[in-house]
């Protein structure tokens, strides 16, 4: 159980393109959903909160216009990632939590962008 | 604001050697405590987790302990194998919908 699929893996674009990545919970419902930021040999940064139904929270310093965020259902939550730039370049990991089972969060696999 | 820090790697370890990855945390209120695992090239998995002082998380033969008055939770295994080789992240929880906090990561190397 508490399987989080990501989708795409992997992706490459042009510069000034948008980019959307989906994350779904397949088996529970996620009222909040997570997504992080890997830089390579580094920790994980979490960017925002997805709240289904509602705006998304976004940690300091992260672009709201540039990072749009939606969780439109209790399964599903989509990270596109508008006008990419190199820099943009980052491996994307969702989470949900399921507080059925203790409030822990389930990874997805990751999407790693590379933008050109 | 919440932080975490654990020990930097890479650490290296022979086969069936002792185990501990030192975690340690400052928060406001009272955290959850977790433990992931990143095999190479795979997402995050669970592999335990505390939600209160001296609550013991374990599975795979792993062991943390969440000790409020240290702040740490320390992760332990007492005969490692070559598959244990992976990065291991501690975070925390403030609880609620608030998002995990990441240690840096340890590199585990475990040779035959």
């Known amino acids: 159980g508490a399987v989080v699929s990501q989708h795409p893996s992997r992706v490459i674009c042009k510069s000034g393109t948008s980019v959307k990545i989906e994350c779904r919970s397949l088996?529970?419902?996620?009222?909040?959903m997570f997504w992080y930021r890997q830089f390579p040999k580094q920790s994980l940064m979490l960017m925002a909160t997805s709240n289904e139904g509602s705006k998304a929270t976004y940690e300091q310093g992260v672009e709201k216009d540039k990072f749009l965020i939606n969780h439109a259902s209790l399964t599903l939550s989509t990270l596109t990632v508008t006008s990419a730039h190199p820099e943009d370049s980052s491996f994307y990991i969702c989470?949900?939590?399921?507080?059925?089972?203790?409030?822990?969060?389930?990874f997805g696999p990751g999407t790693r962008l590379l933008v050109l | 604001g919440d932080s975490v820090t654990q020990m930097e790697g890479p650490v290296t370890l022979s086969e069936e050697a002792f185990l501990t990855i030192n975690c340690t945390y400052t928060a406001t209120g009272y955290p959850s405590l977790f433990w992931y695992v990143q095999y190479p090239g795979e997402g995050l998995q669970l592999l335990l987790k505390?939600?209160?002082?001296?609550d013991k998380g374990s599975n795979k033969g792993f062991e943390a302990t969440y000790r409020k008055e240290t702040t740490s939770f320390h992760l332990e295994k007492g005969s490692v194998q070559v598959s244990d080789s992976a990065v291991y992240f501690c975070a925390i929880s403030g609880g609620g919908a608030d998002g995990l906090t990441f240690g840096k990561g340890t590199h585990l190397i475990i040779q035959p």
């Open positions: 505390a939600t209160k002082a001296d």
């Open positions: 088996d529970f419902q996620a009222t909040t």
């Open positions: 989470s949900a939590r399921d507080y059925g089972l203790g409030g822990a969060q389930y």
